[in-house]
């Protein structure tokens, strides 16, 4: 948990002039949410997670957001646990997975989505989201964000998804929403 807390400290100071570099290298936006979709979804709990080999990430987004991901997969552990990056071009494509990241231009389908992932124990990670009652962690664009990354919807985390759990020591640089 520390290691999580830590990792996620020294992404935000990275965040800070965002146009800046790390080790001489751009980082792009693409970059920095996939490290808060790993991040972050180590701070959340399934049903019956020993039973789980490898954690499955959907990608509800841009080629850019999935190949991040997919570049991490190999590089990174989830909990510990290898994970497996899976492109949705379209809602109506989406399969069982445990974390679900839903890009900006995919928020006009929040409600589908919704729908045809209620009851499951799928974390959902959306990017700007703007429909607070559809959100569970949403991350926040850059002219939304401030000094505030992300926000935490821990009302609708509780109604949309029962089976997932969460641990309660968030980062401090975050809003929380309901």
Aim: aromatic letters at 10%; proline letters at 4%.
């Amino acid at each position: 948990m520390k290691r999580i807390l830590k990792k996620l400290f020294l992404l935000l100071l990275a965040v800070l002039p965002a146009t800046e570099s790390i080790s001489g290298q751009a980082v792009t936006e693409e970059w920095l949410k996939s490290e808060y979709t790993v991040l972050l979804s180590g701070y959340f709990s399934w049903p019956e997670e020993e039973d789980i080999d490898t954690f499955s990430v959907g990608v509800l987004s841009s080629q850019a957001i999935y190949s991040q991901l997919s570049l991490k997969s190999e590089l990174q552990k989830l909990k510990s646990k290898p994970f497996r990056v899976i492109y949705f071009k379209k809602p109506g494509d989406l399969v069982s997975v445990n974390i679900l990241y839903i890009g900006e231009k995919k928020n006009k389908s929040i409600r589908k989505i919704y729908n045809r992932l209620e009851g499951q124990p799928v974390l959902r990670i959306t990017d700007s989201c703007m429909e607070n009652e559809f959100t569970m962690v949403n991350l926040l664009g850059m002219s939304l964000a401030g000094e505030k990354p992300f926000e935490i919807n821990k009302t609708k985390i509780d109604l949309l998804c029962k089976h997932i759990k969460y641990e309660n020591a968030w980062p401090h640089s975050f809003r929380i929403t309901s």
